[in-house]
């Protein structure tokens, strides 16, 4: 089936350094998402990108999504202990379903 | 107050048996989703309804079945056959079909069977 790959599985940080996500799909994308599970937590919506070449911002969080909309990232500015969690992509597939990629744990050291 | 209610929290089983785990919204959502989540698998999409009384298997539907006879609820049953029940379990909704629209997810319920 339609898989959504995403990198890496962990990321540990020291706080205050960047943090970036990588999502990457063998079929173009009608759309991707980006949840986040705080620990011991249930996932929540953060953003969704339509475009080829998006970018889209939420303060310290920087979307994009790629001109052949096969990949996206995710990249956090000068990481807090307040982003630790796992961070999801969800692709939009061909099959009218979201996908979502495996995930990426992060750790933010103080 | 608005959302997706999932119970019990935690749930434990002897194998053999058949548990049921409930799943209710009140944001008047049409879809509704059923997902696994084990380490380093990320969300596996089980079942999921997209109006009330009709209901597809998703990538992982093998041992699991559903039923969709109010727009509220979705239940889930881990049957028997499932030979790897042990998991955290999720439900979602949206509030229409079709991937544009963003999924709110309950607390999930984490079942262990022994």
């Known amino acids: 089936g339609q898989q959504v790959m995403q990198i890496p599985q962990y990321q540990h940080v020291q706080e205050g350094e960047d943090f970036t996500t990588y999502c990457n799909s063998s079929t173009t994308l009608s759309n991707i998402q980006w949840y986040k599970q705080r620990p011991g937590g249930h996932p929540v919506f953060l953003i969704q990108l339509v475009k080829s070449g998006e970018v889209k911002k939420q303060k310290r969080l920087t979307f994009q999504f790629g001109e052949a909309k096969k990949n996206s990232s995710l990249h956090i500015t000068a990481t807090q202990t307040t982003d630790v969690g796992t961070y999801f992509c969800?692709?939009?597939?061909?099959?009218?379903?979201?996908?979502f990629g495996q995930g990426t744990i992060l750790t933010v050291h103080p | 107050d608005g959302g997706i209610t999932q119970s019990p929290k935690y749930l434990f089983r002897k194998e053999g048996q058949n548990v049921t785990l409930s799943c209710e919204q009140n944001?008047?959502?049409?879809?509704m989703y059923w997902y696994r989540q084990d380490p380093g698998q990320g969300l596996r999409l089980i079942y999921y309804s997209q109006i009330v009384n009709d209901f597809q298997k998703g990538d992982i539907a093998e041992g699991y079945s559903v039923s969709r006879e109010k727009k509220e609820s979705f239940p889930l049953t881990v049957t028997s056959a499932q030979k790897n029940p042990t998991a955290f379990y999720l439900c979602?909704?949206?509030?229409?079909?079709?991937?544009?629209?963003?999924?709110?997810f309950g607390p999930g319920t984490r079942l262990t069977v022994t």
């Open positions: 979602a909704s949206s509030k229409g079909q079709g991937t544009s629209y963003e999924q709110y």
């Open positions: 944001l008047n959502h049409d879809a």
């Open positions: 969800a692709g939009g597939t061909s099959y009218g379903k979201l996908t």
